[in-house]
């Protein structure tokens, strides 16, 4: 189930990927939200589909969640090229200038934005949270690398002043 729980930096929409336990599987009543890497760079909330679906068969709600990413393509596809099995073959092609626009100006504000965005997407699970099956008590974040970062943040804050308030 893909359910949309906010709107991006950009006025794109961010979507929840829910993975519930099946049928006869016996929930503990938790859930846990996963933020995908990515560099902040581009969405994929499918990278974590298979870890959401074993989370899912030990009884646990997994959420993948987006979150907004940089504002430019930062990559670009090339023949031949190399990269990850996430990805595919891309490669970072931007001059000196635009990686100073986007790691020192546009990343802070992403950041930042993310970690909202994470906050927002745990808002959306408490407030379904009897319909999803789930405990309020008993909700987790975590992530990857980017990922890691936002989930981070929702805690701690994003080391740029923004969500420095604890979950509650």
């Keep these: 189930e893909v359910a949309q729980y906010g709107t991006g930096s950009r006025g794109e929409p961010l979507h929840a990927h829910i ?3 099946p049928c006869g599987v016996p ?6 939200l996963l933020f995908h890497g990515s560099g902040f760079a581009f969405q994929m909330a499918e990278a974590l589909y ?10 646990i709600v997994a ?16 023949d031949g090229g190399w990269g ?9 092609l931007m001059s000196s200038e635009e990686q ?4 020192e100006v546009r990343m802070p504000a ?22 999803l099956g789930v405990d309020v008590q008993k909700i987790g974040v975590c992530g990857t690398s980017a990922g890691g970062a936002v989930a981070k943040g929702m805690v701690f804050g994003s080391g740029f002043g ?3 308030s604890a979950l509650c």
């Design 19 to 21: 993975f519930k336990p």
């Design 27 to 32: 929930t503990v009543g938790g859930c846990l």
């Design 50 to 59: 298979s870890r959401c679906s074993t989370l899912a068969e030990c009884g």
């Design 63 to 78: 959420i993948s969640c987006t979150y907004s990413v940089l504002p430019v393509d930062l990559y670009r596809d090339l």
């Design 84 to 92: 990850t099995a996430a990805v595919g073959p891309r490669r970072l």
């Design 100 to 103: 100073t626009d986007v790691f």
């Design 110 to 131: 992403v950041i930042t934005q993310a970690c909202h965005d994470g906050r927002a997407a745990l808002a959306y699970v408490k407030e379904r949270a009897a319909a």
């Design 162 to 164: 923004a969500c420095a």
